[in-house]
Structures are given as C-alpha cells and as structure tokens.
C-alpha cells in the first residue's frame, strides 16, 4: 500500500509571506565536490522547514547578461551557436557570463561588441531570470540595445558563431516552430514584446 501524502496547502495570494520565511532551508554544512574554470559544484546539508535534514546538489555560476539587440530598421540580430552539452546548434541572443567586479550592464555591452560587432547607445533593463533555480544558482540580466552602431567584432579565440538578422514576426515563427528553444532567448523576448523595460 502506498503511502498517503497531505495534499500542499493552497495560500491565497493577499496571504503569501513575502519573505518566504515557512518555506526557507537553513545551510548546516557546505562541501566543495568540484571547482571549475567556470562552474563550482557545491553540496550542501540543510535543515528543512519541519526539521529534517537533506542533501543539497547545486552548481555555482558567476551570473550573466543578455541581450535584446534591435537594428535601426526594427530587425533582431541573433546568433547561431553550436552548443556542446546538445550537440546542436542553436539560435540565441548574444549573451555572456559576468566577470569579476563587472556590472551586468557592463557585461551586456561588452558582449554585444564581441559577439556581433555593434555597439549601442540606448539601453533598456528587461529584468532578470533564474534559469535553472533547482540546481544552479545563476541569474541572467535581460537587456535591449537600441540605436546600433557597427564597429568590430573582438571574439574569443575559441568562439565560433554566426551573427543573423531576423523580423519580430521571423522570430515569433520560429519559436512556434520549436526552432528557437533557448531559454533567455525566449524569456528575453517575451519580455522586450510586452513592453517591459526602463
């Protein structure tokens, strides 16, 4: 016979607690299992809200930006990048991790001029995403670049992409079409359509 579990209480939203207080964990201990040039792997043991204990797997990442770049004539650029965890290229907005002391606005202008070549002197804030908050601690910072100058691409040396153009409407299709699936790329999006933004 299976166990039974209590259903989830439903709150209704005027009754949240806004400081998530009933739902926090607390950290008992913290474990480095593996440090990269990149990403830090931590496990954690905690004390949950009734009291018991776990395990807590989680990758640590420095935070990045991306972008929303809008060409003069209203076109998208975006990128075409092959990604190696899915052996597949994929369609994205240009986007990179922040470096030490950088801010994310910094970061997105930076890698705006790497990665397409363009530089921009209107900018807007998006907001931003946790884009896997069950096992990684990264925040991705969504811009808009408008009033786009070219000057010169300075990419790394092992960075291999090609920069597109696309129509809003060129993009909505492909993300109809399951051909865009990148998830800053999507929420990006989204959120530069619906107006949203300084």
């Not at 926090?24 to 496990?43: K, M, P, Q, Y």
């Not at 009734?50 to 990128?79: F, K, S």
Request: hydrophobic content about 40%; glycine content about 6%.
């Amino acid at each position: 016979m299976q166990a039974r579990h209590r259903p989830s209480r439903i709150v209704a939203p005027d009754r949240y607690d806004m400081n998530g207080d009933a739902l926090r964990e607390t950290t008992i201990d913290s474990a480095a299992v593996f440090d990269g040039v990149l990403l830090h792997v931590r496990s954690d043991t905690v004390r949950l809200p009734n009291g018991c204990t776990t395990t807590r797997e989680y990758i640590r990442h420095p935070g990045a930006a991306a972008i929303v770049p809008v060409l003069n004539d209203g076109r998208l650029l975006l990128e075409r990048q092959f990604r190696y965890p899915h052996h597949t290229v994929l369609i994205e907005f240009p986007a990179g991790k922040l470096d030490p002391g950088e801010t994310p606005l910094a970061t997105a202008q930076r890698e705006l001029r790497e990665e397409t070549g363009y530089e921009a002197s209107r900018w807007k804030a998006l907001g931003k995403i946790h884009p896997l908050p069950a096992y990684s601690d990264e925040v991705i910072h969504l811009f808009a670049a408008e009033e786009l100058t070219l000057c010169e691409s300075q990419r790394d040396a092992d960075e291999f992409l090609e920069v597109i153009t696309m129509t809003v409407d060129e993009v909505a299709a492909a993300i109809k079409r399951g051909e865009i699936t990148d998830a800053k790329t999507l929420c990006a999006f989204s959120l530069w359509q619906s107006g949203i933004g300084d």
